[in-house]
Each structure stands twice: as structure tokens, then as C-alpha cells.
């Protein structure tokens, strides 16, 4: 018998198993799949907190701004690698060399110091796939009109045999290769000989912290979150280097899902990946056991309580027919709005709206009425109801501020 | 002294026929076109290239000029075709004694059927419903309307033919009830331009009535609007027909890697009314799963719809106007000097994509007879293109094998360029369009093409974007390509946002199953993370 059963392993998820963990229970995460970590971009976005929590059952307004705000406070406390403070955002490159707000950033994203700067070298790792170098010059032209844009073409030799034989390689695969020992000792090398020469070409520029003030490396395809050697060899550049946001797959988004299951099972936690839930028991208005197939056979887990954490229609959570939309574990009543779409591809579209009801606590709520359904089961996460992350920029805030709720109120 | 001896309007493939046609024949033309070639009818409809079986009971004569049609074109246009052929099943629910009245108009009409046995067919088509109780085979194909209506351009001007697109022909000039030139817009920088000619062919389809009244004549055509869904599998290897009175969503056609199923009929008021709606979507769905059940399951990538241009004289058929699908579908050709006395105008009407070069010829020699030329019509006999084997095995060499014949198929000679392209720089040889196989020096050479406006009409010369991810992916990746030719299209984020506007189209009316999960992710990727919806940043 378990205290809790997580089902579902993304970030709502993981955070919520990772808070009961600490408080002293004992947890299981059954998922699926892999959450959507790696299709996001690793930053965490809060969006207009102040608006959001006056919209009508927006998840904001329901758990209240001290639930949103401790939720950003935990995920700090527990990824120190993450810079941020409440209602300040900062910025962060999109992979077109954009600069957007963002919450909760990796240190290594922070793009803040780019204001300042009057030169800034692009790295150009050679054939990375959906980077345009031109594209983001130019428009860090634009945006950055003070500052001289380089563009400076990086090549590594152990991707010469995938070049030779027609693989593409994406800034997941760059961003892994820094990681590992031979490619943190060429990152070392490359650093040292652009700084060098960054320095010779720059003119007046006395010391090596004269020229941090006005030089700045963007360098894409790298991602040093969580990493000690990375982060060891970047302290030694004299110049800020700024890292940036990737098209999916994202090694920020990654590398931040492996911090997760890694914190969850240091804390006693136990993960079950690639296990669907089969079948849930209840007995009145608590749920008691699931049943998963695992390994080719049934196995049952009871628990004492249980978080629905499956993510909406991308994550599976919701599964929508052409005649019906349905909650895909325990077949919870959804809100689905009687108009779908709207011709404007990027801007409200009423379906993504779709979910599960729940009160404060987040226990899903019975059709058309305002008591709990069941008393030991929390949903959290993208399959809760009246919200957007794509139009109001609060997936971070609404994952993290349900998560830590669940997992502190189990 | 004239500009053209004949300027055709419209760019859908009657108008292309008949610029080839002419061209072939040493008659010097201009094609006009509002949009992009085939943007029209000519690319929204489900691809089958009929045997005419459809036709047998209720129009003998549409179904006789289509088996004629159907075996020239395998022949001609064999790189746009996919010679599947087709079967006509009857279900439990459908009259046998129609099933007779087909069986002879079929004789009839000379289009060769046989029966095939329901065990055959099972194991040959086996996601077909259990309820089938005869199947005919007949020459059906599929044809790929984009295909055939470029290798027909590209045919005209290697014979001297010209065309124009995104332009729109806003009135005309006359001298004593003869129309003698053309004055068109360009919409792409909005300047005017005149142009002399002897002969003006209105071969705008939906838009014909429109193009008729510049020349004050009036013309009828009956818009019908026809939705039909692709479906991300290739359901059938065959085309499959319901074997009854013609109806709504009875045709299923594989076309490369999907299926797409057809079509609704419905009248509209304009042909610009062609956006799919949900309840066509579901409807077809229903009619379908008649012949597939639990048709529901399967993913449906989008929905899209065209407007049939249908002709009516007014003394025609009473009532027609209430259901699209009893009016004739074969052609005629509007002499507008015997009809209405207006000279130097000539109108095709009607007809179906099937029969486009017989329309195409019989409108080229009523040209040639009025111009005097006795140049005879070989479009029944020449090829569109040839492909040197060289080029296929260069192809075969230079990139994967599936991606070498589509891109030989799409770009006829000239992928050769392509090839040559590769063959400097191998990097090119890569997929931009992962899911329809489009490699980056295509979309490079299309894109620079002079006649590429939009990513849009790079999606209708490649199909990059009308797969699977439904452009979430190659369109960020065709950025680059964009930004090297920026003169030519506007700010890079409003071309990116009016393109995955234009694919939403024909998503939300299937927005279900996986689909909608794909549409989240696409959401997803320009909303947040290159946060297209959001300029906070400039």
C-alpha cells in the first residue's frame, strides 16, 4: 500500500511526487510516456498573474496567488540552476533570435546582458538542424541595433562520420555531446581561442572584465543546466555566454525531465515509466486501486490517495472522438465549451480549454454540481479546466503551482 | 498590331489544356490567373481519374468521354497518374436493380468491368465492410491534380505559351461588339495592364459567369460545393465507389501514402464559399463507414473543399439549382457570337478534370478554325514530359529512393536542375519536408522560381506542409529559404502566420483523435516557444 500514486510523469507530475516525497511519503509515479518537458523550451512562463487570477475558474484563481507563488518558490529551491523572481520576468532568445519573457529561466538562458553589449559572436555549430544563423543575425540586428553581430561557424570532428553519412544532427545532439568529457574539454578550447580573439580584434579593451561588459557569446545548441563540469568550464570565459531556446527537441526541456525522475528517486520515490493505467477501482467516493499493464501482465497498486497528473489532449490526458471528448484513466466529467475554434490559428481557441473541473484542493468536480466527486483524488496539470498555456503563457505556473499543492496537501 | 492572338483567363487545367493546345498548334497565347495555377477546383477534388462508371445510368455521355479520356491520359500524363485501378462495391443497403441498369450502361459506354469475387476481394482489400454483397472492377486511377496542371504549363511554355499569375482580369476592351484586348490586374503590386488579342477563352470555371459578364453576356454556372477529408493512411490500395445512384462521401482514392474520401454537394452562392465545415466532415464520416467501418478511427489530416462549376442553359433541367449532382456533367462550349452576338469570345463550361484535354482540343479548333490555322490537335498522342532515364538514375543515385521518383513526378525535367544542385552541395540533398520527402535544393529552386509568390504556392508546387505534421515542422524549416529571397515575400513572421493560417483552414473541422494532438503541438511551437502570437520581445 502506497500513501500516493502519481499518474503520469511530466512536470506537474514528477513535482507533485517530489513534494509528497519530502514531506515523508511514500510515492509511486506511474507514466506512460515521458511527459512533454522535451517538446517545451525549459523555461518556466507564470503569464499576467494579476489578471489570470480574477479570470473566472481560471486553475490561478482557484488555488489562489500564494499557491502560484509558492509553486515558482519550491521549483527555485529545488533547481537552484534556475533563476527568477516573482512578477519580474526575464528574457530569453526564441530559436529565431527573438528575445521573449520568460519566469523561471536556466541561468544559461538569461539573455538580459545582450542589452549592454556591443559585440556579440553567434556560435554557428556546423549543419545543426532547424538553426539559421542569417535569419537570427539579422534579426539580432534588429533588436540589438547597438551591437556588431558575428556569426562564427563551430565544427566538431566527432560528428564528421554523421555529416559524411547524411545524419542530421540536432542541438539535442550538440547540447549532449558538450556534456560529455571529450566535448566539455573541446568547448573549453574553442572558448579560449574565440575569447582570445575577440580580444586581439576588440580594440581598448585593457582587461578581460572590460571586455565582459560589452561582449557577449550567443551560443545555441549548448545547454549547461545541471551539469558541474559545464557550468565549471564556462566560469573561466571572461565574456557571458548566452545560451538559447531550441525548436523540438529542446535539451533544456530534457535535461530538466532527467533532473526531475533523478530528485524523485533520491527522495525514496519510485518511477514506473512506460506503463499505462489499465484500469481504476473505487469503492464509494474513493479510489482505491489501478490496475496496469506491465510487462505484458496485470499488476495491481493500491494507494491511499491518488494524483491524475496525464495532461490534457497533447499529453494524452484527454482523448477527443469526433462526436466526444473523454478523461482516458478514470473517465472523469470533462468542461468542454459548445464552440470550438476561432479562425485565428494563434489566438483564442475555446477547445484547448477543455478539462477536468476540480474544487480548491483540486478534486475533480461531479457534472453540472460544486461537490468533489471523489475525496482522495487531485488533478493537476494541463488536464485541468479554463486555461491556455499557449495564450495566456502559464503553463509553467499552472504545472508547478498545482503540483506542489497536491503533492504538500496529500 | 496584337500582343496574343488569344488570351485565355483562368489557370485551372481546362486553361492550362488549352494554353498547351494552342502552343502546340504555333498559336500564340497568354493564360491569366487570379491566384496560383491549380489553386482552384483543378487541386480540390479527390484525385480520381474517372473510368466513366460513375457516369454509366444517368449520363452516358459524360461516362463514354471519360473511358476515352481516362486511357489517353495514362498514357500522356503517366508521372501524374497512379494507375490503382478501382472498384465499384454494393453494399446490402444498395438496389440491386440499379446494379443491372450500371452493368449495361457500362457495355454501353465501352468501359470494361469485371466481376471480382467477394472472398478476392476480402483478402485484397481487407479493411472493406463485411456487408458487400458484389464487386466490379473498372479502369479507375488516381491523378494528382497539381501534377498535371504544371507538367501542362511547363508543356506550353517549351511550345511559346505564357501565363501569368496573380493577376485578374478586370474588364475588357472592345471595338464594335468584338472584344479585342484584356485589361488585367496584377495583385501582387497592383499595376494595370492591356492586352491586344483576337480571341478571349473564358476558362475561369467557377468564376466564368463573372468573366462572361466583362463581355456583357450572361452565363450561368451552378456553384457546388464538394468537402472531402484526407485521411492519414492509405486505406484502400484501389479506388472503391459505391455502386449506387451517385451520393455524398461514396468515393474513397488512394493517393501516395493517404486517402481521400468524397465528396458532399451542396449549392453556394459564390466559389469563394469553400471552406470545409465540421457537420460535412461528420456526414462523410457516416457515409463512409458504410464501406470501412469504424471509419472514425482513423486519422483524418484535414478537410478541404472545391467548388464544381456546373453549367445550365436556362431551359436545362428544371430545378436543377436545388441539387448540384443532376445536372449534367459534361461540358459545353459557349460560341458567344452565335449565342448572344458578341464576337472574339469563347466560354468552356461545365465538364470535370477527367475531361479537361477533350475540352482543351475542342476549344483549340474552334480557335484554330476562327484564326484560319489547320495545325491538327496532338495533345491525344504527345507526352507532357520525358524524363531521361539519366536523370532517374542520377535521381535514384543522389537521394533515397521513394524521395528520387516523387520529386522526378513533382518537377518533371526539372529536377534535373534540382540534381545538379545536390550534386555541387550534398547537404541540399536533405529532407526539409520529412513527411511528403521534399529536399531543401527543391524547395531552394522552387522558392526562387519567378512564379513563387507565397510559401503557399511552394506547398502547391512541392506539397511541403500537406503532410502529415501539416507544415508544423518544414514550414519553420523553409524560413531560410524565404529569407534568402526576402524582396519577394512579406515579413518573414506574417508569411509564417498566413500559411499555418491557411492549413488551419481544413484542420478545425477534423479537429479530433491524433489530429487535434498534432494541432496542439503546432500551437505549441508557435505560440510559445517562437511566440509568434506575442511581440513583446520588438
Not at chain 2, 436543377?320 to 445536372?327: D, H, N, Q, S, T
Request: some cysteine; aromatic content about 8%.
Amino acid at each position: 500500500m502506497w500513501d500516493g500514486i502519481v499518474i503520469g510523469g511530466g512536470l506537474s507530475g514528477l513535482i507533485a511526487g517530489i513534494r509528497a516525497s519530502e514531506k515523508g511519503k511514500r510515492m509511486l509515479v506511474i507514466s506512460e510516456g515521458v511527459g512533454s518537458l522535451t517538446y517545451s523550451s525549459g523555461v518556466m512562463d507564470f503569464g499576467d498573474v494579476e489578471r489570470l487570477k480574477e479570470e473566472k475558474n481560471h486553475p490561478y484563481a482557484l488555488m489562489g496567488e500564494t499557491v502560484v507563488r509558492a509553486g515558482m518558490e519550491y521549483f527555485q529551491r529545488l533547481f537552484p540552476d534556475y533563476q527568477g523572481a516573482w512578477q519580474n520576468s526575464q528574457q530569453v532568445l526564441t530559436p529565431l533570435g527573438s528575445p521573449r519573457e520568460a519566469d523561471l529561466v536556466p541561468t544559461g538562458l538569461n539573455a538580459g546582458v545582450l542589452q549592454k553589449a556591443k559585440e556579440i559572436v553567434l556560435i554557428a555549430p556546423e549543419g545543426m538542424k532547424d538553426f539559421f544563423p542569417e535569419v537570427i543575425k539579422a534579426k539580432l540586428e534588429r533588436v540589438y541595433s547597438k551591437a556588431k553581430i558575428e556569426i562564427y561557424p563551430v565544427a566538431v570532428e566527432a560528428f564528421d562520420i554523421w555529416r559524411n553519412s547524411g545524419k542530421l544532427i540536432t542541438g539535442m545532439d550538440y547540447a549532449k555531446y558538450w556534456r560529455s568529457d571529450q566535448g566539455a574539454v573541446n568547448l573549453k578550447n574553442i572558448l579560449g581561442k574565440l575569447t582570445e580573439e575577440m580580444a586581439c580584434s576588440s580594440s581598448g579593451a585593457t582587461s578581460g572584465e572590460k571586455q565582459g561588459e560589452k561582449s557577449a557569446i550567443i551560443f545555441p545548441g549548448l545547454a549547461a543546466c545541471f551539469s558541474n563540469v559545464l557550468k565549471g568550464v564556462l566560469e573561466e570565459v571572461p565574456l557571458p555566454i548566452v545560451e538559447m531556446t531550441a525548436f523540438p527537441p529542446s535539451a533544456s526541456g530534457q535535461f530538466l525531465y532527467e533532473a526531475l525522475k533523478q530528485k524523485f528517486k533520491a527522495l525514496g520515490g519510485e518511477l514506473l515509466v512506460g506503463t499505462g493505467v489499465k484500469k481504476v477501482e473505487f469503492q464509494g467516493k474513493r479510489c482505491h486501486t489501478v490496475i496496469v499493464k506491465s510487462k505484458g501482465k496485470d499488476v495491481t497498486f493500491s494507494a491511499q490517495s491518488f494524483i491524475l497528473a496525464t495532461g490534457g489532449i497533447f499529453g494524452g490526458g484527454i482523448q477527443v472522438g469526433p462526436k466526444d471528448a473523454n478523461e482516458s484513466v478514470m473517465g472523469l466529467p470533462l468542461y468542454v465549451p459548445a464552440q470550438w475554434t476561432n479562425s485565428e490559428f494563434l489566438g483564442e481557441q475555446p477547445y484547448a480549454k477543455m478539462g477536468v473541473e476540480v474544487d480548491p484542493e483540486l478534486r475533480p468536480l461531479a457534472a453540472g454540481n460544486q461537490e468533489p466527486l471523489f475525496d482522495n483524488v487531485r488533478i493537476v496539470g494541463r488536464l485541468l479546466a479554463h486555461w491556455d498555456p499557449w495564450l495566456d503563457h502559464c503553463g509553467g505556473g499552472v504545472s508547478l503551482a498545482s503540483g506542489w499543492l497536491a503533492g504538500e496537501i496529500l | 498590331m496584337i500582343d496574343y492572338e488569344v488570351v485565355i483567363v483562368g489557370g485551372g487545367a481546362t486553361g492550362v489544356g488549352i494554353l498547351r493546345d494552342l502552343s502546340m498548334r504555333g498559336i500564340t497565347a497568354l493564360l491569366l490567373e487570379q491566384g496560383d495555377l491549380a489553386h482552384g477546383t483543378s487541386s480540390r477534388f479527390h484525385g480520381l481519374l474517372h473510368s466513366g462508371a460513375r457516369y454509366a445510368v444517368k449520363d452516358p455521355i459524360s461516362a463514354s468521354e471519360c473511358i476515352e479520356e481516362n486511357l489517353i491520359l495514362k498514357k500522356i500524363a503517366a508521372p501524374c497518374i497512379s494507375n490503382t485501378g478501382g472498384w465499384f462495391v454494393q453494399t446490402v443497403e444498395d438496389d440491386s436493380s440499379f446494379v443491372e441498369q450500371w452493368i449495361k450502361g457500362c457495355a454501353q459506354a465501352q468501359i470494361p468491368i469485371h466481376e471480382v469475387p467477394l472472398s478476392e476481394a476480402y483478402e485484397k482489400e481487407p479493411l472493406l465492410s463485411k456487408e458487400i454483397v458484389r464487386v466490379f472492377e473498372v479502369p479507375d486511377a488516381a491523378v494528382d491534380g497539381f501534377k498535371l496542371v504544371w507538367a501542362n504549363a511547363k508543356s506550353a511554355k517549351r511550345y511559346g505559351g505564357h501565363y501569368k499569375t496573380y493577376h485578374q482580369v478586370e474588364s475588357f476592351q472592345f471595338e464594335d461588339r468584338r472584344v479585342t484586348g484584356v485589361i488585367a490586374r496584377n495583385l501582387l503590386n497592383g499595376e494595370m495592364l492591356t492586352i491586344s488579342c483576337k480571341i478571349v477563352v473564358n476558362a475561369a470555371g467557377a468564376w466564368a459567369s463573372k468573366i462572361a459578364a466583362f463581355a456583357g453576356v450572361s452565363l450561368e454556372v451552378i456553384c457546388d460545393k464538394g468537402t472531402l477529408l484526407a485521411f492519414n493512411q492509405r486505406l484502400f490500395q484501389r479506388v472503391i465507389n459505391r455502386l449506387h445512384t451517385p451520393g455524398d462521401g461514396d468515393i474513397f482514392v488512394p493517393h501516395e501514402t493517404i486517402t481521400i474520401l468524397g465528396t458532399t454537394s451542396e449549392i453556394v452562392d459564390s466559389p469563394r464559399e469553400n471552406s470545409p465545415l465540421k457537420e460535412e466532415a461528420r456526414k462523410l464520416l457516416a457515409i463512409g463507414e458504410e464501406v470501412l467501418p469504424e471509419l472514425e478511427k482513423y486519422r483524418v489530416i484535414r478537410a478541404f473543399a472545391g467548388v464544381r462549376p456546373l453549367h445550365r442553359e436556362d431551359s436545362d433541367v428544371p430545378g436543377a439549382a436545388e441539387e448540384g449532382r443532376e445536372v449534367s456533367r459534361t461540358f459545353a462550349l459557349l460560341d458567344h457570337e452565335l449565342r448572344d452576338g458578341v464576337r472574339g469570345i469563347v466560354s468552356i463550361v461545365g465538364g470535370k478534370f477527367t475531361t479537361y484535354r477533350l475540352m482543351a482540343e475542342k476549344v483549340t479548333d474552334w480557335v484554330s478554325d476562327k484564326l484560319g490555322n489547320a495545325t491538327p490537335c496532338r495533345t491525344a498522342e504527345e507526352c507532357l514530359s520525358e524524363v531521361p532515364n539519366t536523370v532517374h538514375e542520377k535521381a535514384r543515385r543522389l537521394l533515397p529512393c521513394a524521395a528520387a521518383e516523387k520529386m522526378i513526378d513533382r518537377l518533371g525535367e526539372d529536377a534535373d536542375s534540382v540534381l545538379a544542385e545536390i550534386e555541387r552541395n550534398p547537404g541540399k540533398g536533405k529532407m526539409l519536408c520529412e513527411c511528403e520527402m521534399v529536399s531543401v535544393a527543391e524547395v531552394e529552386k522552387i522558392a526562387s522560381d519567378q512564379d513563387t509568390h507565397h510559401l503557399a504556392d511552394i506547398r502547391r508546387k512541392t506539397r511541403l506542409g500537406m503532410g502529415t505534421c501539416q507544415g508544423a515542422f518544414c514550414t519553420y524549416r523553409a524560413l531560410p529559404l524565404l529569407w534568402k529571397d526576402k524582396g519577394k515575400y512579406d515579413p518573414i513572421e506574417k508569411e509564417l502566420t498566413l500559411f499555418i493560417n491557411q492549413r488551419w483552414k481544413g484542420i478545425h473541422p477534423v479537429l479530433w483523435g491524433q489530429q487535434l494532438r498534432e494541432t496542439e503541438l503546432t500551437r505549441a511551437i508557435y505560440a510559445s516557444i517562437l511566440q509568434l502570437n506575442d511581440n513583446r520581445g520588438e
